[in-house]
């Protein structure tokens, strides 16, 4: 019953209120009924800091700050993904994560058990523009610290072991950012903003397959030395302790990072363009849009915070009203700006449901024209400009943001008194000036937007709004077509299929291993196709494809085995269903698995893919998407054979003129050589990351 | 005395960094604690040192008090509380705080709680008590706004849950430890069904309201750049009438640890990686073996020099990532849970994974540790708790937990010693007592049908 006593209260409440306010100057000790007014703000000093450069170059500032018993050091240098020679992106990252593993005297395990058995951290961390090292010690352990940050920045030992186990993790998180859409839409953001320019590339499985040893030693000594680089002590320890520790420890080491060229200007943009990530099965769509902006000393730098403040960087800004609030499209949707070493850049993001993806594009678009042409209201930008100039002790709180602050500007080369003079420069702004800053700065008519979610249910209404590019995960281009084709059967041409048999030598490392057959055989009611494959005492196996007269599937049997294993698959194909089992052999031995799944009409059995090769409507730039099924995974996926190019190729059956086709969406990518005159034959398959081929004898 | 001075001497010169706190614990807290006659609980804690100060609300409520058919509900209703009250309009309480430049603010719901706190420049501590008083005594729950945020809520359910790897056995299945049967409040998920959020309706929110957001189930604590008697006068003020509410019914759990091995194969198609998940039940967090499982979880599974990372990461190379968790969303008053998590390495097969995590998980319980693990543990837990005060809300937050899970605020300068007395021995029983096969639960993540 309390709504009831609260009414009553409130009542009563209001009532004495108005009395009071009539009668007395005692009605401020009443609660009160609207927000009350703020206590007048503190002048907010930066606080203070020390500074000095030691002989060899090393910029040393140390920020004090004795109220609890902790100190952070970190030790920047310019040594971000930027340097990274081409075709070796993850370099940077590799060469931070292999600092702690090996250094001076320590072993990797050594060094962690030092750090972490006195509670402490040490590690390395590299972003577009520099690499950081830091340590977080409790005060008695501080010389420790110096210690370890002089072994990892200046000896690192880069054991062969520890980079193939780093590699090994990074490939593994690299495959787990890349199965996150907001990772793969932040890539392709980077990828078609930054274009040639350095900041666009991240890694890939490749490139970071690609870096040896030799080439982070080679990075360490060009780009870790102590001229140019910025080493920042904050916390519990006197300017004077922190000197002495950083001569000590940094003492003998010398000499200045070599010069690197300029990165290249980001492309020039002229219209609105949507880049459309085809991510299948996506309930979500991540949406990033923007441009890119100015160096980090432009002087129009505090301006367009006081704009994009009122655009998005908060919960309480337009965007995340309008989106969320209003719509409730999205569980959050927010505008920043990035201020690199070069240029930096300016994004909107958002996560939405499928459905209202189109929208939510159009109502971003509104809202960057809009900060861009109209000026802000005086309430409107009253608000932000107070909530910017008030949060200001917020940013500075811990020994560590100060710290983090200092080391930012210095990095960015920002005057040096920017942090003292921050707060009035930005309090200084006009809506006037932000309007202009905004019109420079936020590119409503020449944007960039990158969207991933399922293209099959978004990619029409995203062509109303601006032209699309289709692309793969990959950053592949993917036609439009080939989304409609996703949900219905191949368009295949029967007319084009022969009755043939061909033999096929294995190749296992440039040595013939064993052989396939394949024969198709036109009879009552459709077609058979059949592929005995024996290699070594490996695999010996046939399998049976029986189809309709479309090449509808109809049956797949499978005999023989694997590794000794049997083999065994028999599954039919009939009124939306795949039913049957599969005996495969795996390393912990054969697996069965029973089958009964619904599946969409022109579903492929994985097995089929080369059977139905000669009839499809091949040209250069032939795109087919397929739905097909895999017996032995137990499950359903979208797989594409893409042309790649057209070449010539030499097989024991002769020379041929031949489409290489990519297959991929499976296990393992895999190629096939695809004769380009009709009837297309099949006359060599590889298989991405095994030293196996396939090649025609006849 | 005589032989004692040059020890003495050569101590302090030895000493090359003098420091100006304790070295070896996080500083005192000084606490001051009262009620006001409604029941509201109020914690105050004075500090200079930064220009701001925290207010924090923490409400005795979580999922652990929703009801069948409704999970989830806790956490909805806190959505709830940011769409306006009387003297706010919807829209307006997030305005008003970031335009007062608090930043940070914000609320969140567990199993055992909701808070809702903010951060504030200390001029504003007037905003941020009022706004929670205002919410307190007159939120506005109306159609539109539970509508509205009942659609944030199922896409933030997307978002977490759905569409990102590995969290569906986190948020969820990890619940499966527990029998609805015998302890419902635990054996639900904080983000709770689909199917519950719809049948959620604006009248079951009035109703929690009233039972839950009363100020004898709520406590506030100030901590930071403020002055006490303003801060009291301004409690008095905001908080004094709003009237006092029932006495919530008591949370009914009647489960104990060792019911009984489980295991299940979770489908995630959005797990690249294939994961293996053990779950075990733990004890309350008032419960003496509670900081032995604390410094076991970190034996086990925090830093390059961690049992897990040593063993299956480095050595056997198994893994990618093994983090370990005593209760990943905060501490309990009921039955907790440890969680061992590992996502595969390339190629890695989850039965292998499962079972090199099950010898290194036995290994504590039959062998021990060493005194170094312990020392480093302490260690640990020394650093992360003095790290963990540096601003006003970490303050805050430590004094509710506290308050909400020992019964008192002033165990905020306890808990540490409770920690630091643990023995190698003690770790080796508690991970014997719990890390135990008939005592888990065994999720295998794979993106695929197995």
Redesign the interface.
Known sequence: ???A??SF??GH?AASALLFAALAPEAH????????P?????P?QFPPFQETALPNGLRLVVVER?????VSISLSFPAGSRYEPSGHEGLATLAATLLTKGAGARS??EI??TI??????IGASAGSDFLTVRA?????N??LAFELLSDVAVRPSFPEKELE?AR??I???L??E????SAIASRAFARELYGKNPYALRPTPESVRRVARSDLVAFQKARLRPSGALLVVAG??SFA?ARRLASRSFAGWKGAPIASAAGSAPPARRKTEIVLVHRP????SNIVMGNVTFLPGDPRFFAVTVANRVLGS???ARLF?IL??QK????GAYSNITRPQGIGSFQVTA?V?TEVTDSAVAEMITQVRRIAREQVGTEEFS?AM??????????I???NQVAAAVTNAKLLGLPPDYLQTYRTRLAVITPPMALAAARSSFRGDAALIVVVGDATKIHDGLNAIAPVRLVTTEGMPLAASALTATAGPLNLDMTRLVARSDSFVVMVQGNAFGFQRTSLEKNAGGYTYTEATQIGAIVNQTTTLTFGEKLDMRHVTQRGTMQGQELKTDVTYSGGRVKGSAMTP???GVRTVAIDTAIAAGTLDDNAVQAIVPALKWTPNAKFQMSVFSAG???LRPMTLNVAGKESVMVPAGTFDVYRAELTGGQAPVTLFVTTAAPHRVVKVTIAGAPIEFLLVK | MRRLLPALACATLALPLPSSASAQEPGRITVDRYSLPNGLTVILAENHSTQVVAVDVWYNVGSRNERSGRTGFAHLFEHMMFQGSEGVKKGDHMALLTRAGSQGFNGSTTEDRTNYFQPLPSNRLNLGLWLEADRMRSLSITDSNFTNQREVVKEERRMRVDNQPYTRALFEEMYGIMDSATCFPYAHSIIGSMDDLNAAKTSDVKEFFDLYYAPNNATLVVAGDFDSAEAKRLISLYFSDVPRGKTPPPVPCTASVNSGPRRKNVLDPKANLPAVMAIYRIPAYDHADYPALELLSTILGQGESSRFNRALAREQKLAVATPVFANPFGPRRGPGVFLLLAIANQGIKTDTLEKAMAVEAAKIGREGITNAELTKAQNAYRATTISGRETPLEVAEALQRANLFLGNPEAVNTDFARHMAVSADDVKRVAATYLRPDNALTLIITSEAK
Request: aromatic share 6%; proline share 11%.
């Open positions: 019953m309390r709504p006593i609260r209260a409130r409440f000790a009443q609660y009160p009924r609207t927000p009350p703020a206590a007048s703000l503190k907010a004795r109220d609890q018993p902790l990797a395990d962690s058990a972490e058995g006195v509670g402490g951290s977080d010690v409790l005060t008695p501080v010389p186990l090994t993790q490939l593994s998180a495959q787990l890349l199965s996150q859409p519990d320890l302790d099965g996506s309930v979500q908060s919960a309480s009203n969320r609030e409730s499209w999205t569980y996560e449901r608000a107070e909530s910017l100039v008030g949060a200001f002790p917020l940013t709180q811990t020994a795996t390393p912990q995974q137990g499950g």
